[in-house]
């Protein structure tokens, strides 16, 4: 016989839509209150989101509006195992690298680890994450009954700097955050072109692109431009400053926090999509790209190559002179670029957010589901 269970999910990155970890967290939620499930349902936040589907009955939803974000982690720590406990809770999951670490014993806990970047590029990731990540990643992993790894790349990379991890790591694949048959809106920038993914950040890479970018109008007869649509920036480079010292205006251009109408446009009119990324627990924007059957130039290395597969041209992306070439071949080379392309729609049908929902759910319930 079929239990029903008190299953807890930490939604707090379902106020931040347009990062990884909100999509993430936005396509299982929504897949899972489609889904017509019998367990009961608490998603624990410290600030209001909102979703574009109306929750189940079986749903309830626990926010406290704390307003002051360096407060989420005492808030996680210390109000979301009361509220397990309040709520009889019989697993809980965590979508955002590390659980509550108070939650009482009995509870089950599962874990969703996208990368360990804190550890092998900790210079790219700001201070306070850093201190987070070393704090209570570890302790997760001591405490949780399973975790979900993104991809292959990054279970590797959690048995490498935690080698002495119990629980069963499973590889669950994202999906593409957009559907292709939404609304679209206007493109603001003409085709064809080269197109960036992704917030402004060290581990992105983008001083090397730029350079690369450089490069390749300089060796191409027919340059194409190319488009970086992204979010916030941090760190010392100047992504705009670079762009104006270098005269580069009238041929890359800035696109600030696109909506899903905007980035679909994007995407339906790109001739590729560059992502060569240092670092990626999996890389989010390639699999986007397959869907609008876009080929791809991608690195060769962490994650971003085992989702690219044959769909992409994979370049070192410490080298420019690689990167640039990559660009030069995608722009001459027709043949080459529709074979990509080709691959990249076919590629793209195995990336679905109602399998990832699927295989998510029955991990989290793997074991107490069904009572005797």
């Given at each position: 016989?079929?239990?029903?269970?008190?299953?807890?999910?930490?939604?707090?990155?379902?106020?931040?839509?347009?990062?990884?970890?909100?999509?993430?967290?936005?396509?299982?939620?929504?897949?899972?209150?489609?889904?017509?499930?019998?367990?009961?349902?608490f998603l624990y936040s410290d600030r209001p989101f909102k979703l574009p589907i109306p929750l189940p009955d079986n749903w309830k939803v626990r926010i406290v509006d704390i307003h002051?974000?360096?407060?989420?982690v005492f808030f996680e720590q210390i109000v979301f195992p009361a509220w397990a406990w309040k709520d009889a809770i019989d697993v809980?999951?965590?979508?955002?690298?590390?659980?509550?670490?108070?939650?009482?014993?009995?509870?089950?806990?599962?874990?969703?680890?996208?990368d360990v970047t804190w550890k092998r590029f900790p210079q790219t990731m700001p201070w306070r994450g850093r201190v987070i990540e070393a704090v209570l990643l570890p302790r997760s992993l001591q405490i949780a009954d399973h975790v979900i790894a993104d991809s292959q790349f990054t279970r590797s990379e959690i048995l490498a700097f935690y080698p002495d991890t119990r629980c069963t790591i499973d590889v669950v694949y994202l999906a593409s955050s957009l559907k292709s048959d939404g609304a679209?809106?206007?493109?603001?920038?003409?085709?064809?072109?080269?197109?960036?993914?992704?917030?402004?950040?060290?581990?992105?890479?983008?001083?090397?692109?730029?350079?690369?970018?450089?490069?390749?109008?300089?060796?191409?007869?027919?340059?194409?431009?190319?488009?970086?649509?992204?979010?916030?920036?941090?760190?010392?480079?100047?992504?705009?400053?670079?762009?104006?010292?270098?005269?580069?205006?009238?041929?890359?251009?800035?696109?600030?926090?696109?909506?899903?109408?905007?980035?679909?446009?994007?995407?339906?009119?790109?001739?590729?999509?560059?992502?060569?990324?240092?670092?990626?627990?999996?890389?989010?924007?390639?699999?986007?790209?397959?869907?609008?059957?876009?080929?791809?130039?991608?690195?060769?290395?962490?994650?971003?190559?085992?989702?690219?597969?044959?769909?992409?041209?994979l370049v070192d992306p410490?080298?420019?002179?690689?990167?640039?070439?990559a660009l030069t071949r995608m722009t001459e080379d027709e043949t080459a670029r529709l074979e990509l392309a080709l691959r990249a729609k076919t590629r793209g049908r195995r990336f679905s957010w109602k399998q990832t929902a699927s295989e998510t759910m029955a991990l989290l319930v793997s074991g107490l589901a069904t009572s005797k």
């Open positions: 016989m079929n239990k029903v269970l008190n299953i807890g999910i930490d939604a707090r990155y379902l106020a931040l839509p347009n990062c990884g970890i909100g999509r993430y967290t936005a396509n299982l939620v929504r897949e899972f209150a489609t889904q017509e499930l019998a367990h009961r349902i002051y974000i360096a407060f989420t809980f999951w965590s979508p955002i690298n590390h659980l509550p670490v108070l939650l009482p014993p009995k509870i089950r806990k599962v874990l969703t680890v996208h679209t809106g206007s493109c603001p920038v003409p085709g064809p072109y080269f197109l960036f993914v992704g917030s402004k950040e060290p581990r992105k890479n983008i001083k090397r692109l730029l350079e690369a970018y450089i490069q390749y109008r300089k060796a191409t007869s027919d340059p194409i431009a190319l488009v970086i649509a992204g979010a916030h920036q941090w760190g010392e480079f100047s992504v705009a400053d670079f762009i104006r010292i270098n005269g580069l205006q009238a041929c890359v251009h800035l696109i600030q926090n696109a909506d899903d109408t905007v980035l679909r446009a994007l995407y339906a009119n790109a001739q590729a999509l560059v992502m060569v990324s240092l670092y990626e627990g999996f890389g989010l924007p390639l699999v986007e790209a397959m869907q609008w059957d876009i080929p791809l130039i991608a690195s060769n290395n962490s994650s971003v190559a085992e989702i690219a597969g044959n769909a992409g041209m410490y080298d420019t002179d690689a990167i640039s070439r």
